[in-house]
């Protein structure tokens, strides 16, 4: 456990680095001892992933203090970086797709036995024992291909433990996962911690790092803000820390006229994916689609949008049949999905933010002559500043933002095509509490003007405090249909857990 004399083995100290015109941090700090686990929080471009990118050795700071164990440091490559003894796990792994498990986490370095060949038993042998001692069942010699990404952390920690390391960083690591992974992952960050080691913790869930961390340090533009013991602070006082100012995290849905059947489906089956899906979504209603992690939400949101197929079934928007696996038919038809992946799915990275936000009704406007730099600019601006993108500009590169400003360009990109419904995939997943209650109340604000939202959560108070209706999945099937009223977290987590009785 971590005590106050506890050596410090990474010290950060008024760290500054810019980007061009922008000034990522202007003073990063930040102090972890042996044997803690020390959560870094902050609003979505707070600096907090260019901090890590220095100790990774991506990025060489322009100026303050860098120390590894009482010595200075200044890498100029990641190598050297993990030779030092520090391991960075990223939300999105990074592993050899077509390496078997034991290969990827001897990447580099194999096990030379006698005669110089590759001692391939040794090396299994060694990740069998890795394994053991951090409770996971992976089989070593399968390939990385085809991995949860939750697994692949986990090779991502064993590798980092195989090399011994005495720092690991954890950079939103829990986006993807679903409970059990969470507490599969705490476990292991706890025992590592019991070894001795320093851990970080990125991330923008208060539960979880009030779960696992014993100290947070703050960060408002790229500046250290605050460091406490977690025992000795409340999340309010940290959310003021982070914004400078008291917000609430949920805004809940308002009261709207619920009004005609928008978007219908029915008996929709995918086999061995969804199965009989019939459900209904309403002008003016937000319809909540709830369930654990794999039970095959985003798979139905995907295929009534036509990026996947379906086996059976039908799709209806205002009583039009909308054909299968055709999202353009589908946008046309007045529907948007806004994917859960929006780095990999929505995101040109390589244009700017202003072109991202209006990729998508580009032919709006040209349809009415109004394709200038006048016009797009003007959408993408009142776009952007409704959802607290923070770029230098529009023409920043979506690529140079921060994680969370990322998602709130594909947001943006898609609202602004003003669908008649709204699929929404994990709406706040990397979106900081700043912006979080902002984001709820836009969507309240857009049901409020008739438009049907499908809202996936996988976060009860989100679903809970936004949603008309409830659907429940479970294993690729509806196992409810909760009122408002009945919707409560015990009637949720039931169905997202139990068979129900009608479906068995
Ligand atoms: N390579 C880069 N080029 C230009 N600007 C950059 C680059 N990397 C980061 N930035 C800018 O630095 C600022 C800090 O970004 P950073 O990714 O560190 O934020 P963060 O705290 O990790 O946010 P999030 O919670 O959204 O992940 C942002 O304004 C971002 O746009
Ligand atoms: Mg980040």
Known sequence: MQTDDAAVVLELSNVVKSFGAVAALRSGSLSLRAGSIHALIGENGAGKSTLVKIVAGLYRRDAGDFRLDGVDVDFTSTAQSKAAGIAVIYQEPTLFPDLS??????????????????????????????FTRLGVS?????????????????????????????????????????????????????????????????SHRFDEVFALCDTVTVMRDGAYISTFPIAETTPADLVRQMVGRDVTELFPKQDAVIGEPLLEIEGLTSPGIFHDISFVVRSGE????????????????RAVFGVDEYREGAVRMKGKLIPGGRPNAAMSAGLALVPEDRRKQGLVIDSGV??????????????????????????????????????????????????????KVVLAKWLATNPDVLIIDEPTRGIDIGTKS??????????????????????????????????????????????????????????????????S
């Open 438 to 503: 902002e984001v709820h109340r836009l969507l309240s604000e857009l049901a409020g003007q008739g438009m049907g939202i499908l809202m996936i959560s996988s976060e009860l108070p989100e679903v809970l405090g936004m949603a008309d209706r409830v659907l429940v999945m479970r294993e690729g099937r509806i196992t409810a249909e909760l009122d408002r009223a009945d919707a409560t977290s015990e009637n949720v987590m039931f169905a997202a857990t139990h068979a129900s009785e009608q479906h």
């Open 286 to 301: 937000i319809v909540g689609l709830a369930g654990l992690v794999g039970a095959g939400r985003s798979e139905v949101a």
């Open 101 to 130: 498990v034991t290969e990827n986490i001897f990447m580099g370095r194999q096990i030379v036995g006698r005669f110089g060949r590759i001692d391939r038993k040794a090396m299994r042998h060694e990740v069998e024992r890795l």
């Open 354 to 407: 202003g072109r991202n936000i209006t990729l998508a009704i580009r032919d709006q406007l040209a349809k009415f002559g109004l394709i200038t730099t006048g016009a797009e600019n003007r959408s993408a601006r009142i776009w952007a500043s409704r959802l607290e993108v923070k770029s230098h500009s529009l023409d920043t590169v979506a690529s140079t933002l921060s994680g969370g400003n990322q998602q």
């Open 138 to 202: 992976i089989d070593p010699d399968r390939p990385a291909e085809g991995l949860s990404i939750a697994d692949q952390q986990v090779i991502e920690i064993a590798k980092a433990v195989s090399l011994d390391a005495k720092v690991l960083i954890m950079d939103e690591p829990t986006a993807a996962l679903s409970g059990v992974e969470v507490e599969r992952l705490f476990t292991i960050a706890r025992s590592l911690r019991d070894e001795g080691r320093g851990l970080i913790f990125i």
